[in-house]
Structures are given as structure tokens and as C-alpha cells.
């Protein structure tokens, strides 16, 4: 009975034409939208260096030496272009020319410390390369500085890393590398895929209870138990969502060419759990209450695009302004868990903190799952 | 005694303030085909709702085939077949498809499952519209896929909830003419209906509810010898005053006259040759007609009579 069931629910599921589009064609027009947007600003600046003021807080000539090599010392990719026109300024001849955008980008500070800060006056592509470089290499500074002080023998070694590791804020590139800005967008549009499968498993409460749809009252007068009906539905949603999940991954690296950094397969696992989180909320969601489904929709909707907007779809830097400011909003909004699992995937790889968000997805499903059975193990109803 | 298929015994169920079944008591026996009716909300489908374990009920007993239902019972919901009132199907999977989907709920086998897939399409006649997807059938033939849907695994107990709602004339005499030839096949239908010439037509036994309750019960020709009107005279006619709407209403065994839209409807109770009498009356007062004839009644006029004729939808 089950396999017989789930390969009539597989068929229901792969001519969900309208879900179809949601999860597969929709990513696929904005993923490539994104990358006509982005892919030309990108290349536009790749073609000039950042217009960069430098403006030196200390007198130290050990600090200004090494500021200077630093910065003179970033390159794009093929290392023949800058990635910094640099001007050594004073403060207010740098202010002003930053209110022109056209002369200055952002102005980089540098204090006593040697530490670095950056003056901006709008954010933007450029403004986000220079502050990569600022936080990249306070980072370095302040390894360097522990290093010194807790392990000098290991100083030689962790400079020497450190000296390969900082080409990499040179070598950004949105189909190139793996660290750029603007793959927040892709991370967010993969958050809202996964999180669109809801709508497929959303059906499945509505399939399987009497008191939603007729054909959920026929399912229910059926000698086979609503557990069948309900697992059934849930693993073929899965299937089916996965996937076309999948699809519109391998077309974003295949075709687009976008490097989402990290090892393909565990790229490919990574959304696989992504789609476990997005049928789990569907199956939870559908099987609340009798209320209709376009109901349930429009909730479903109205959860994904808020989330995803919160992850950093519509602007790149919200996740990380939601981070600094109500860090638990990121922790309970799925998109953003299922788009920081991309980011430490990429950033760190399958380390301590990937393993984390893993586990967060993981508890998270099992938390829609176990609500939806409850929710849908009623046996006869009050009102049909 | 024939064996009892469906028993409720005093079944009562309550939507907070409202009682939709007071008490309700209904048998059917095998083989019949049973009529269930009543007015807009008397409680038909939730009495199909309760017999078929979908809905809580406060009080009161069901069996079916003899056994206690209740929701768990698989072997008897595996010997019940349910035609709702609204058309459930899968708009994704074409005629063959949801016929074969609702059929495997019952039939493991596939060789017996497509054999019966197969003869329900031929049944209800949806040979050359085997791979349409439901979208693009008419309404009869949406209704007919509804029906093959529920009969498909060849049932004992069949319910029908209103299967002909929307229908055009020849997809309805279709769906009769199906009706008919599963109840030669064995099976036993219960079949609600708002058309009484549908019920009279094939049903065995009739029930009416109202409120909730069994108002009556009986074959066609009992639940209309039950009743206080016996005939009815009707005629033809442009012009006629009030005087003499009032005189014929006082004719022998005439209770009730309405005269609207150049038609005199005249009710008897009892008596034989009361068309002769009001032609008499015409002829004696030089009334011109241009027809007159008799009917005896109908289950229409049981329904009305018993259920009366005010507008339930509007009832609080």
C-alpha cells in the first residue's frame, strides 16, 4: 500500500504545475536576474580599483609602513589591477572628496593601533569590498598580536598564513571565489525555495483530513489510515521538493556558475536538509485547524517572503544588521538558518558551526513533523 | 427478515446551540435502494457524515453490516463506497488516473484493480475520455468521474449524497440508469436527492427528514396514501373571480384552492370523480375553460405536505 500510495502521490506532486513554478522556474528567472544585475556591477568595478582615501591617525612609522604595504599590496584576481586607488589624505580633504562619490569611495582610517576603520557615505558594492579589507585586516592584526603574545614561536607561521589568506579579499569575484557579497542573494533565494516547498506539503493535511476537502473526506472513509495518507504525502513531498531543489542548485553552479564555495556534494546535502525544513513547516501549517487552504497559502507566503527578506534577499547586509541588533531573529527565522547553512558551509566549511546549523534544521523539522502528527492524528471530526 | 445493511438507533448530534439530528432512527435492508430526504439542512448529510464515522456524534447508535462503526473499522469501510456531494478528485491525474487512485485504496491487486477501473469507466461511460484531466470534462461527465471514483472497487453499500446536482438531463438518466443496474448487482444504496421524480424513480424506500427527524417512511405509494391529499384538478383558465376560487374551495372533498398565472390548482382529500364535480360547477355557471385533467400526487407533494413550504435556507 505504501509504495503504491507514494507513487500516486509522486505523480501529484511532479504535475503540481503551479508549485512547479515556485520552487523550480521562479528561482531559476530570479537566480538569473541576480546574476545579470550583479554579474555586471561586479564587472564594472572589477574594471577599477576602488577610489580609496587613506588617512593616517598616528605618526607611527612602523604602523604607516605596514598600512601602506598592506594596502598598496591588494590586487584583483589575475594580480595586474589594484584592487585600491589610494590617496594619502588628510581627514577633511578626504571628507570632502567622499561627498563626491565619483572621486572617493569610502575613507580608511588608521589608528595609533594600527587597528583599521572605515568612513563611508553610501553603501554599496565598493563600500562593502572596503570594508572587508578593514575587518580582514584588524582580524589579522589582532591574530597576530595574541600570537605574539601567547605562542611567538608560531608568530612566523601565522604571518605567512595570514599573507596568503589576505589575497583572497583581492581575489573576490562573483563567479571566481567563494567569498562574495553578493552571494548573500543566492543564499537567500536557495532560503526561499526550500522554504516554497511548504506550499507542496501543505496539501497533505488537506489531502488527508475529512474536514478540509472532499477529497480529504474520501480519503477518510478509505480502509487506509490517515498515518498512511499523511507519510505517504510527506515523503513524496520531500522527493519532489528536493528534487527540484536540487535543479535549481546545479543551475545556479552549472549554468550560472555561481561558486557557493564549499564541497559540491555537501552544497547538494545542504539543500536536501533545506527542503526537509521547508516540507516540515508545510506539513505542520496544513494540518493546523480547517480553515481553507488559500488561507494556509497566504500564511505560508507571507512566512517565506518576510524570512527570506529578513535573510538578505531584497538587501544583502540584512542578515547581518539583524545579527548586531536581535541576533534571536535570525536564530527562529528559517530562511535564515537555511541561508547561514550555505554561509558556514562556504565560509568555514563542515565545521563546528555548519554542524550546529545542521542540528538547528534538523531539531527545527522534527519540530514541524511532530506538531503536524499531532495536529493531524484526529480520528472523527466535530463539523465536516 | 432481510439483513439489516445500515441501523442507526436514536442518533442525536449537536453543533453548539443547534440540533441537526434529534433522535434520528433509520434501517436499511439489503438490497434496497434508499431514499434520504429533506429539506435544506434536516440534517441528510450529516445522518451520511455519522453512518460513515466521519463526524462525532453525542448520542444514539450506528452499525453498519451489523458491527458497531466507528472509525478504526477498515473491514467495514472496505465494503462501503461514498459518492459526495461535492466532486472529489484530483485535478493533476486524468479520468483514469483518479478512478485507479481512489480504486487502489481498496484493491491491492493491480491485475483486479485494472479490470475494475476499467469496467467503472465503461460503467458510467467515460470510454473516450479516459486521459482528460478532470478540468476539461463537462459538468455531467465530472459528476459521472465522481461517481466511477466511488464505486470503482464494486462496494456492497454505496452512499450517494446528491450525485446528479448540475447535471444536464442526459447525464442524469446516465447516472440513474447506473444507479439502478449496481443495485441489480447487489449492492445497497442509500441516494439523497433534492429531485423527487429522481427518488420516486429508483428508490425502494424512502425516508424524510426534517429537523433532524424521521418524519416519515415508506415505499412511493405509501408515503402517498399517507397523506391527506389524494388528487389533484387542475385547469386552464384566462379569467376567473375570486367568488368562484371561494365557491369551488367549498366543493366536496376540496381543501385547498390557489388560483395564479391563468391556472386553477385544486387540492382533494379523499372522494372519487372530483374533476366531474368542478366541471359541473363550470357548466352551471357558464365558465369557459381551455383544459381541465387530473393528477394524483406526486412525491413532490408528499415532501411539501409533510416538510411544508416555507424557505428553509432562510430559517435561522
Known amino acids: 500500500m505504501f509504495m503504491n500510495l507514494l507513487g500516486k502521490q509522486l505523480k501529484l506532486g511532479f504535475r503540481d504545475k503551479s508549485n512547479i513554478f515556485w520552487t523550480l522556474m521562479f528561482p531559476v528567472l530570479l537566480g538569473t536576474l541576480f546574476y545579470i544585475a550583479f554579474g555586471s556591477i561586479y564587472d564594472t568595478f572589477l574594471q577599477e580599483p576602488v577610489k580609496t582615501a587613506v588617512v593616517f591617525e598616528t605618526d607611527n612609522p612602523e604602523v604607516i609602513s605596514n598600512t601602506k604595504s598592506f594596502l598598496e599590496g591588494l590586487s584583483l584576481n589575475d594580480g595586474s589591477t589594484k584592487l585600491l586607488d589610494i590617496s594619502y589624505l588628510e581627514y577633511s580633504e578626504a571628507e570632502a572628496l567622499l561627498k563626491d562619490d565619483e572621486k572617493v569611495n569610502g575613507i580608511i582610517k588608521v589608528a595609533d593601533t594600527g587597528r583599521l576603520s572605515l568612513d563611508i557615505y553610501s553603501n554599496g558594492v565598493r563600500s562593502t569590498i572596503q570594508q572587508n579589507v578593514v575587518t580582514s585586516y584588524n582580524q589579522s592584526l589582532e591574530l597576530i598580536e595574541r600570537t605574539a603574545k601567547d605562542h611567538p614561536e608560531n608568530l612566523a607561521d601565522v604571518i605567512a598564513g595570514l599573507q596568503k589568506d589576505t589575497s583572497h579579499i583581492a581575489a573576490k569575484s562573483l563567479v571566481g571565489d567563494n567569498k562574495d557579497p553578493f552571494l548573500t542573494y543566492f543564499y537567500s533565494l536557495l532560503s526561499m525555495t526550500a522554504l516554497f516547498a511548504s506550499l507542496s506539503s501543505l496539501k497533505i493535511g488537506n489531502r488527508s483530513q475529512a474536514n478540509m476537502s472532499a477529497v480529504g473526506a474520501r480519503a477518510n472513509v478509505s480502509p487506509v489510515r490517515r498515518m498512511m495518507f499523511q507519510a505517504t504525502g510527506f515523503v513524496s513531498s520531500y522527493i519532489v521538493q528536493t528534487v527540484v531543489l536540487e535543479i535549481a542548485l546545479l543551475y545556479m553552479m552549472f549554468v550560472l556558475k555561481i561558486n557557493f564555495g564549499g564541497d559540491k556534494p555537501l552544497i547538494l546535502a545542504t539543500a536536501a536538509l533545506a527542503s526537509l525544513v521547508g516540507v516540515s513547516l508545510g506539513f505542520f501549517i496544513g494540518n493546523i485547524g480547517s480553515f481553507r487552504i488559500e488561507k494556509k497559502e497566504g500564511i505560508l507566503v507571507a512566512v517565506t517572503l518576510v524570512g527570506c527578506s529578513l535573510s538578505g534577499l531584497m538587501y544583502g547586509d540584512m542578515k547581518a544588521i539583524i545579527t548586531e541588533h536581535c541576533p534571536i531573529v535570525n536564530k527562529l527565522n528559517p530562511a535564515a538558518v537555511i541561508s547561514d547553512a550555505f554561509y558556514c558551509l562556504n565560509m568555514f566549511g563542515p565545521g563546528e558551526r555548519y554542524l550546529q546549523t545542521v542540528i538547528f534544521m534538523l531539531g527545527i523539522s522534527s519540530v514541524f513533523i511532530i506538531l503536524g502528527l499531532v495536529l493531524g492524528r484526529k480520528v472523527s471530526y466535530d463539523s465536516v | ?316
Not at chain 2, 22 to 50: A, H, Q, R, Y
Not at chain 2, 135 to 164: F, Q
Open chain 2, 1 to 316: 427478515m432481510a439483513e439489516k445493511i445500515v441501523e442507526v438507533k436514536n442518533l442525536v448530534k449537536r453543533y453548539k446551540e443547534l440540533i441537526a439530528l434529534d433522535n434520528f432512527n433509520m434501517e436499511i435492508e439489503k438490497g434496497e435502494v434508499f431514499g434520504l430526504l429533506g429539506p435544506n439542512g434536516s440534517g441528510k448529510t450529516t445522518t451520511i457524515n455519522c453512518i460513515l464515522s466521519l463526524l462525532n456524534y453525542n448520542n444514539g447508535e450506528i452499525k453498519v453490516f451489523g458491527e458497531k462503526m466507528k472509525n478504526d473499522r477498515y473491514d467495514i469501510k472496505k465494503k462501503i463506497g461514498i459518492v459526495m456531494q461535492n466532486v472529489a478528485v484530483f485535478d493533476e491525474l486524468n479520468v483514469y488516473e483518479n478512478i485507479d487512485y481512489f480504486c487502489g485504496l481498496y484493491i491491492q491487486d493491480k491485475q483486479t484493480r485494472k479490470q475494475y477501473v476499467e469496467d467503472a469507466i465503461k460503467f458510467v461511460g467515460l470510454e473516450n475520455f479516459t486521459k482528460f484531466k478532470p478540468k476539461k470534462l463537462s459538468g455531467g461527465l465530472l459528476r459521472r468521474l465522481n461517481i466511477a471514483c466511488g464505486i470503482a472497487h464494486k462496494p456492497e453499500l454505496i452512499i450517494m449524497d446528491e450525485p446528479t446536482v448540475a447535471v444536464d438531463p442526459q447525464s442524469r438518466n446516465k447516472i440513474l440508469e447506473g444507479i439502478t443496474e449496481l443495485n441489480k448487482n447487489g449492492a445497497t444504496i442509500i441516494y439523497t436527492s433534492h429531485y423527487m421524480e429522481e427518488v420516486e424513480q429508483i428508490c425502494t424506500h424512502i425516508l424524510i427528514m426534517d429537523k433532524g427527524k424521521n418524519v416519515a417512511e415508506g415505499t412511493s405509494d405509501e408515503l402517498k396514501r399517507s397523506i391527506k391529499n389524494t388528487e389533484n384538478v387542475i385547469v386552464d383558465i384566462k379569467k376567473l373571480d375570486d367568488r368562484h376560487v371561494e365557491a369551488i374551495g367549498k366543493l366536496n372533498h376540496v381543501y385547498d384552492v390557489k388560483y395564479m398565472s391563468d391556472r386553477l390548482m385544486i387540492k382533494c382529500a379523499g372522494g372519487r370523480h372530483n374533476i366531474s364535480h368542478v366541471i359541473d360547477y363550470f357548466a352551471q355557471n357558464s365558465i369557459d375553460y381551455d383544459r381541465i385533467y387530473s393528477e394524483l400526487p406526486t412525491l413532490n407533494d408528499v415532501f411539501l405536505e409533510i416538510t411544508g413550504t416555507s424557505l428553509r435556507d432562510q430559517e435561522a
